[in-house]
């Protein structure tokens, strides 16, 4: 059974540069599905951030897709994230989700437990 | 760009049927998938496709789609139930995957 777990630092600073790994384990990062990104800011809703596939292409949210890096390591299993120029507004618990190419389009069918971040000084 | 729309809040007895909608221009002709999340868990699929169930979600939960309006249907509500909701498909024309503003399902 594939889990993914989501690490990173817990507080950034305003203008910094938020950086995340998933780590995927019970299978390998190099099948068909993708890898995805979504986060939940404080008493929002969820928000796709972007995905990446094992050859190292990319999909991102436009309003997002500036400031946006993803990137696979496939000696380590494991997918990253980075997000540059972060404000408070990025303060949100980070999920990363497997699209399973299982099943239809876009289907998130397996998630990490998601990781607070916050921004401030 | 294409918009989900949610209600805020959704409130059912124990036993009885919750239906949280998720309504979108021609939505009928997209699949919309379902998620649920609890806090300091995984959010879960617990429908995908308009109406297909993933291994272990029971047979409570179903899912509807037609129109401008899916339908998340969970039958017999548990307490367990009580949870954030959110319906999701993918917009074929800017290849984005968006999410509804949620549903609270409160267990009364």
């Known amino acids: 059974q594939v889990q993914l777990q989501e690490s990173g630092p817990g507080l950034v600073k305003p203008s910094g540069t938020l950086s995340l790994s998933c780590a995927v384990s019970g299978g390998s990062i190099s099948t068909n599905d993708w890898w995805t990104w979504v986060r939940q800011p404080p008493g929002k809703g969820l928000e796709w951030i972007g995905e990446?596939?094992?050859?190292?292409?990319?999909n991102f949210n436009p309003s997002l897709k500036s400031r946006v890096t993803m990137s696979v390591d496939k000696s380590k299993n494991q997918i990253s994230l980075t997000l540059s120029s972060v404000t408070a507004a990025d303060t949100a618990i980070y999920y990363c989700?497997?699209?399973?190419?299982?099943?239809?389009?876009?289907?998130?069918?397996?998630w990490g437990k998601g990781t607070a971040v916050t921004v401030s000084s | 760009s294409y918009v989900l729309t949610q209600p805020p809040s959704v409130s059912v007895a124990p036993g009885q049927t919750a239906r949280i909608t998720c309504g979108g221009k021609k939505i009928g002709d997209k699949s919309v998938h379902w998620y649920r999340l609890k806090p300091d868990q995984a959010p879960v699929l617990v429908v995908h496709d308009d109406s297909d169930r993933p291994s272990g979600i029971p047979e409570r939960f179903s899912g509807s789609n037609s129109g401008n309006t899916a339908t998340l249907t969970i039958s017999r509500v548990e307490a367990g139930d009580g949870a954030d909701y959110y319906c999701q498909v993918w917009d074929d024309k800017t290849d984005q995957r968006l999410f509804g503003g949620g549903t609270k399902l409160t267990v009364l």
């Open positions: 990446v596939y094992h050859t190292g292409s990319t």
């Open positions: 989700a497997r699209e399973s190419a299982a099943l239809s389009l876009a289907c998130m069918d397996i």
